[in-house]
């Protein structure tokens, strides 16, 4: 029961960021604005479901990294792709 209220947590965390990332993109009036959206709060969402997937297998006895290994790219990355794209 515990680990079901702890991934529906995350998922629930990782929906939410995503949505408002989400709705940063589409609201925001300036390019520059709306690079914050999807870097900041998309990342925080897939974090979210990346480690509710994380806790799930787990708690299955079925652990993995590859979970991890995303995470750790994607939280690399995305900040990095959009200072790439801010000095463009």
């Keep these: 029961m515990l680990l079901e209220i702890a991934v529906s947590f995350f998922l629930l965390v990782g929906a939410f960021f995503t949505l408002v990332g989400a709705i940063g993109l589409v609201r925001l009036p300036d390019f520059y604005m709306r690079l914050h959206g999807p870097t900041k709060a998309t990342t ?3 974090g979210g479901t990346l480690t509710a997937s994380m806790i799930f297998f787990a708690g299955t006895g079925d652990p993995s990294v590859h979970e991890l290994l995303i995470t ?4 690399v990355t995305a900040p990095v792709s959009a200072n790439v794209l801010a000095k463009a």
């Design 44 to 46: 925080l969402g897939v």
């Design 72 to 75: 750790l790219f994607l939280f």
